[in-house]
């Protein structure tokens, strides 16, 4: 089944791009989709000093491009006999110029190598919280040198058992439909994951004649809520996929108990997952708070790729103008 059509690869010189590359070509090849690569380099300052008889500025950075695009040639060299690839190469800065693409080109998938900051112990660095933030169509950011197939897919799903309509909401068919796809393409084992809290635990211990039963009571009551909305979606994907294919993905159901920026990337870690396909909140509107802070969190300690996905409506604040 293709999920895509038109595909942008996103250059990230400071890292290794071999498994990025060969990811975008694999998908480009499995969904008879379009690619084409981009690389962003930084302008050079106006005005800088030349020695006498050097070249100018003008001819200067002429010359960064076009090496830029040699280098590009020679990422792509290996797959030019399977794939037409289209490479393009700007000015200015790296999230802003891949989101003008999407803009202008209609691309349904960004795809880039994670920046992997040494500085700082985490997987994404600046322009890549740009992307998640900012950028319209889906955002698949690799952990560089990353195994060709991955062997254990997470997809993170949030519902409200309280409201039925939270369950089956199009995020969360998005994120399934996404991530029992790449499971079956790669061989996958498929984890679907839904953090939980007893948000009135506290309130059943204070109030109630009996607060140990009770609290006991309460915890299972709500952990049977989740698992009923959890079990929904299983039933909603097989009835997606065919209920043969459902029984060769045979999808693992977890409910850990707890907040999901906590949880989550801890049993991330635990299963090993190469990737992690979850969901955005948008909070269009409101400058600087266009990913939800749950989200947020999420990504800032996760150490594997992610695959994340706009809530439908999302809007960015980015515009071609």
């Keep these: 089944m293709k999920h895509f059509t038109n595909i942008l690869y996103v250059s990230e010189s400071s890292v290794e791009q071999d498994a990025g590359i060969a990811r975008a070509a694999s998908l480009a090849l499995n969904n008879m989709a379009q690619l084409t690569v981009l690389a962003v380099l930084p302008p050079i300052t106006a005005g800088i000093a030349m020695p006498p008889g050097g070249p100018s500025t003008v001819q200067l950075q002429q010359r960064r491009l ?7 040639e020679s990422l792509i060299a290996p797959y030019q006999d399977q794939l037409e690839i289209r490479i393009e190469v700007r000015e200015g800065r790296l999230f802003l110029e891949a989101i003008l693409a999407v803009l202008r080109e209609g691309y349904d998938l960004l795809l880039k190598p994670a920046e992997n900051p040494e500085t700082v112990q985490r997987l994404f660095g600046s322009d890549d919280m740009h992307l998640l933030r ?5 955002v698949w950011l690799t952990k560089p040198g990353e195994q060709a197939n991955y062997t254990n897919i997470m997809a993170a799903v949030d519902f409200n058992p309280w409201q039925p309509e939270t369950i089956e909401q199009p995020l ?3 994120i399934l439909e996404l991530a029992s796809a790449l499971a079956l393409s790669d061989f996958a084992t498929l984890h679907l994951v839904h953090a939980w809290e007893e948000f009135a635990e506290d309130i059943v211990q204070t109030w109630s004649q009996h607060p140990a039963n009770d609290t006991i009571e309460y915890v299972k009551t709500e952990r049977a809520r989740h698992q ?24 693992r159901p977890h409910l850990p108990k707890g907040s999901a920026r906590e949880v989550i990337p801890v049993l991330a870690q635990e299963l090993e997952a190469d990737l992690l396909v979850m969901g955005t909140v948008g909070r269009t509107g409101i400058p600087g708070l266009i990913i939800g ?19 439908p409506g999302f809007v960015t604040p980015v515009t071609l103008g």
Excluded: W
Excluded at 66 to 72: S, V
Excluded at 229 to 238: C, K, V
């Design 228 to 251: 009923a909305g959890i079990e929904r979606l299983m039933r909603m994907l097989s009835l997606e996929v065919g209920e043969e294919t459902f029984d060769y993905l045979a999808p």
């Design 134 to 138: 900012k950028c319209p169509c889906p």
């Design 172 to 174: 969360n068919r998005k």
């Design 293 to 311: 802070n749950t989200a947020e969190a999420i990504l800032d300690r996760t150490t594997c790729s992610v695959l994340a996905i706009k809530p």
């Design 66 to 72: 076009d090496e830029q695009r040699h280098a590009l």
